[in-house]
């Protein structure tokens, strides 16, 4: 029997294609600052085994039994201290961080955000974007350090998402940026912004990242490394200017949770050992965050002031993340658009 090729039939449906996408991908939120809410971002959060590399059979009893019983009280109360009109402080900035790049790149580029933990959802994103004809994608993971817990988490939500899809979009990945030298000039700009404008010359500028178990480093993740790069790579632009005459520099790492051991030194015991030193005046940023949150707003801003201070210290700022500063924006169009080279 000689095979016949089918016919397509009249009636089949349009499709779209031909359009570039950028989804710009953070960390995630809860959807209010209740209890309620908090515990369904962290019981998603935290099972991640990317971010806790326990066990399941060891963490989930844990996860399950203690932490998501006693841990988003505290943590609704801190998400209600920095909470605003437009909701969540990171989806809220990172939503109008896309809206900006959006008003830059044309109109066959169109430009979304997600959270990889709560909503709006990557599966979401995604499938807006193919269904609006996006058969190009970059995926912008927007933390400037590569972290398993972080960056590698989003790599495997794609994955995970495309693995259900027929018609897959081409993709690309907006690599690591800590090293950057746009990133960098970025920092430095918005920060000599900032520090001028405080109402007192800090004694030390304190960079502080966001922690992670010492056994990542000792597993071979390079978030360590890229840490401290970035931190001696800004300093170095920043040491030679008449807003940082005099400033001493140092790198510290937030966030502990658990009792197991954490990247050093932590920012809280660099605050009060600061403080019971004789430092009085110290600014705090947080070049790690492409945006603030929780961990800038309440946790540096309130509990940082009160740790300095009751060490001893006087004057204390925590300066802002690069958020939708003019400089923040311009390094965010400059590494899409040449991510997006050869497609646009």
């Known amino acids: 029997m000689t095979w016949q090729p089918q016919l397509l039939p009249n009636d089949h449906p349009p499709v779209s294609s031909g359009s570039v996408g950028v989804l710009m991908i953070n960390l995630g939120t809860p959807e209010a600052p209740t209890p309620s809410a908090v515990k369904t971002y962290l019981k998603q959060f935290l099972s ?60 066959n580029v169109q430009v979304e955000y997600a959270m990889r933990y709560g909503s709006p959802s990557i599966e979401e994103r995604l499938l807006k974007l193919t269904e609006a004809g996006c058969d190009r994608i970059l995926i912008a993971p927007l933390y ?44 430095a700009e918005d920060l000599t912004r900032q520090v001028e404008a405080l109402t007192f010359k800090p004694e030390v500028l304190l960079l502080s990242f966001h922690g992670m178990p010492m056994r990542t480093l000792e597993l071979g993740d390079p978030y360590h490394c890229h840490c401290h790069k ?21 790198t510290s790492f937030q966030s502990r949770f658990g009792p197991a051991q954490w990247l050093e030194p932590a920012t809280d015991d660099t605050l ?11 600014a705090v940023a947080a ?35 690069l958020n939708t500063s003019a400089s923040g924006l311009t390094l965010l169009e400059s590494m899409v658009k040449r991510e997006l080279g050869g497609w646009i």
Not at 161 to 184: I, K, T
Not at 306 to 320: K, R, S, T
């Open 230 to 250: 970035s931190a001696r790579l800004l300093r170095e632009r920043l040491e030679g200017l008449p807003q940082f005459s005099g400033v001493r520099f140092e």
């Open 144 to 187: 400037p350090q590569y972290c398993a817990a972080t960056t590698a988490t989003v790599f495997d939500e794609v994955a995970r998402v495309l693995g259900e899809m027929r018609w897959q979009p081409a993709l690309r990945f907006l690599p690591p940026y800590h090293d950057d030298p746009a990133y960098l000039d970025a920092l």
């Open 272 to 282: 009060t050992k600061e403080g019971e030193q004789g430092t009085k005046r110290i």
């Open 48 to 107: 991640d085994r990317r971010v806790i590399e326990i066990p399941a059979l060891l963490w989930q009893p844990l996860l399950r039994g203690v932490i998501l019983n006693t841990r988003p009280k505290k943590s609704a109360e801190a998400y209600s201290k920095v909470w605003t009109e437009r909701g969540s402080p990171l989806a809220d900035i990172t939503a109008r961080q896309s809206e900006a790049i959006a008003g830059k790149m044309g109109e």
């Open 287 to 321: 070049p790690g965050f492409s945006a603030d949150c929780v961990e800038t707003l309440e946790e540096l801003a309130l509990e940082g002031a009160e740790i300095f201070e009751e060490a001893g210290g006087e004057d204390y700022a925590v300066l802002d993340c």
